[in-house]
Antibody
Framework: EVQLVQSGAEVNKPGESLKISCKSSGYSFNSYWIGWVRQMPGKGLEWMGIIYPGDSDTRYSPSFQGQVTISADKSIRTAYLQWSSLVASDTAVYYC???????????????WGQGTLVTVSS | QSALTQPRSVSGSPGQSVTISCTGTGSDVGAYNYVTWYQQNPGNAPKLIIYDVNKRPSGVPDRFSGSKSGNTASLTISGLQAEDEADYYCCSYAGTYTLAVFGGGTKVTVL
């Protein structure tokens, strides 16, 4: 059974750095893209970026390029999303997700983590 | 402003059909047969219900169907049930620069 288990809720101040995680199991971690999706409070889904752990090929939406860093540690089957300096508008739920099925689309996610709530407030 | 345009809400009575549109451009929806649809209930992660325009993952009821014409994709829920009340999002592959974009979401209300 595929599982994506994300790290717990975070409360941080503006300017702080943060790294949240997504630990995977039940499939070949190196062989499938894993992505991140943002959902701001009361708002819709936003595609942030994606990484292929096998070779660390990482691609970002232009809206998020330079704002966050996506990485992966193959040895512990974990993907990460990090910020170097948080701002209040980073407050959101962040989902990791991956696609195990036959679609070639980078927007195809058939397995999702439970979400991590990040709150940035002074 | 979201890259793909969806109506904010649609509603229908049990047993009726509702259709949600998802309008993009010739660089995303119109260019690729890579439209996916997700259902999201409050407080939960999204769930994949349609991929590659009109394919259903196993376990998704056949009352959910997808289609595309030009730059607009559509999700139809036939035989609406109370449990279908949720938010629905379309997503399209958008090429090697933008990569993928979501719609703004549509709230489906079962009257």
């Amino acid at each position: 059974e595929v599982q994506l288990v994300q790290s717990g809720a975070e409360v941080n101040k503006p300017g702080e750095s943060l790294k949240i995680s997504c630990k995977s199991s039940g499939y070949s971690f190196n062989s499938y893209w894993i992505g991140w999706v943002r959902q701001m409070p009361g708002k819709g889904l936003e595609w942030m970026g994606i990484i292929y752990p096998g070779d660390s090929d990482t691609r970002y939406s232009p809206s998020f390029q330079g704002q966050v860093t996506i990485s992966a540690d193959k040895s512990i089957r974990t993907a990460y999303l990090q910020w170097s300096s948080l701002v209040a508008s980073d407050t959101a739920v962040y989902y990791c997700a991956m696609g195990l099925g036959a679609s070639g689309s980078l927007g195809y996610f058939d397995h999702w983590g439970q979400g991590t709530l990040v709150t940035v407030s002074s | 402003q979201s890259a793909l345009t969806q109506p904010r809400s649609v509603s229908g009575s049990p047993g009726q059909s509702v259709t949600i549109s998802c309008t993009g451009t010739g660089s995303d929806v119109g260019a690729y047969n890579y439209v996916t649809w997700y259902q999201q209930n409050p407080g939960n992660a999204p769930k994949l219900i349609i991929y590659d325009v009109n394919k259903r993952p196993s376990g998704v009821p056949d009352r959910f169907s997808g289609s595309k014409s030009g730059n607009t994709a559509s999700l139809t829920i036939s035989g609406l049930q109370a449990e279908d009340e949720a938010d629905y999002y379309c997503c399209s592959y958008a090429g090697t620069y933008t990569l993928a974009v979501f719609g703004g979401g549509t709230k489906v209300t079962v009257l």
